[in-house]
């Protein structure tokens, strides 16, 4: 009994410190216990079999752990940045063109502008005691000092002035106080584009400051 003990603590000694293949002295001492105690080589053998199932389970273990490895770095964003998708910057908002309530000639008026040159949005309302209208704004220009903001008349009671259909520009000068006039296409033909229907006013003539009416109220003018 006490050399199977010292059999079994030697055996568990050696393969505890991590070594495959025991001496030949401990393996002859174990094979001399077989003829006499056949239940140790089964139990041995069941022994061995726990220690190489340990050793598979750890090199499965580590094929795991180096499979998830693999697949974190294929998840890891690019162009060493920390994080998820690069986000998109939001686009600036127009600015503005004009804005603001006033009356002029006779008429009150609401405009809320946006844009420059040939992309402009927004619209300019307008009426007096024989009608009103709305314009879409399409351009915009500075000449002589001046800003002209016109468009396509949408909606309209103000049909000698300003029909649908027709063209209608506003035109601001500012200062303190501001001033403005109304320019009409009226009945006549539509100009080809709204700039055109800038250059086919002034072929009448350059529009000069006394033209122009003070206005009551505020507008807010873009540089």
Same mark, same amino acid.
């Given at each position: 009994?006490?050399?199977?003990?010292?059999?079994?603590?030697?055996?568990?000694?050696?393969?505890?410190?991590?070594?495959?293949?025991?001496?030949?002295?401990?393996?002859?001492?174990?094979?001399?216990?077989?003829?006499?105690?056949?239940?140790?080589?089964?139990?041995?053998?069941?022994?061995?079999?726990?220690?190489?199932?340990?050793?598979?389970?750890?090199?499965?273990?580590?094929?795991?752990?180096?499979?998830?490895?693999?697949?974190?770095?294929? !998840?890891?964003?690019? &162009? $060493?940045? =920390?994080?998820?998708?690069?986000?998109?910057?939001?686009? +600036?908002?127009? *600015?503005?063109? #004009?804005?603001?309530?006033?009356?002029?000639?006779?008429?009150?008026?609401?405009?809320?502008?946006?844009?420059?040159?040939?992309?402009?949005?927004?619209?300019?309302?307008?009426?007096?005691?024989?009608?009103?209208?709305?314009?879409?704004?399409?351009?915009?220009?500075?000449?002589?000092? !001046?800003?002209?903001? &016109? $468009?396509? =008349?949408?909606?309209?009671?103000?049909?000698?002035?300003? +029909?649908?259909? *027709?063209?209608? #520009?506003?035109?601001?000068?500012?200062?303190?106080?501001?001033?403005?006039?109304?320019?009409?296409?009226?009945?006549?033909?539509?100009?080809?584009?709204?700039?055109?229907?800038?250059?086919?006013?002034?072929?009448?003539?350059?529009?000069?400051?006394?033209?122009?009416?003070?206005?009551?109220?505020?507008?807010?003018?873009?540089?």
């Amino acid at each position: 009994m006490s050399t199977d003990r010292e059999t079994t603590r030697v055996v568990r000694s050696w393969l505890d410190d991590g070594v495959t293949k025991l001496p030949d002295r401990v393996l002859d001492a174990v094979l001399d216990q077989v003829p006499a105690t056949p239940q140790r080589r089964s139990g041995w053998s069941a022994w061995r079999s726990y220690r190489m199932s340990t050793y598979a389970k750890l090199a499965a273990a580590a094929a795991a752990v180096l499979v998830v490895a693999i697949a974190g770095y294929q !998840l890891l964003p690019r &162009g $060493g940045g =920390v994080g998820g998708q690069p986000t998109v910057a939001p686009s +600036p908002s127009p *600015s503005v063109l #004009a804005r603001g309530m006033f009356v002029v000639v006779g008429y009150t008026t609401t405009i809320d502008a946006t844009g420059s040159g040939t992309n402009v949005s927004g619209t300019l309302q307008a009426s007096n005691r024989d009608g009103a209208f709305t314009v879409a704004l399409h351009c915009e220009r500075t000449i002589d000092g !001046l800003r002209w903001i &016109g $468009g396509d =008349v949408t909606e309209s009671t103000d049909l000698d002035n300003a +029909p649908v259909g *027709s063209r209608t #520009a506003v035109i601001l000068q500012q200062g303190s106080p501001a001033k403005a006039i109304f320019y009409f296409q009226m009945h006549d033909p539509a100009s080809a584009s709204c700039l055109a229907f800038f250059d086919d006013a002034l072929k009448g003539g350059p529009l000069t400051d006394d033209m122009l009416e003070p206005i009551t109220g505020t507008v807010q003018l873009a540089p």
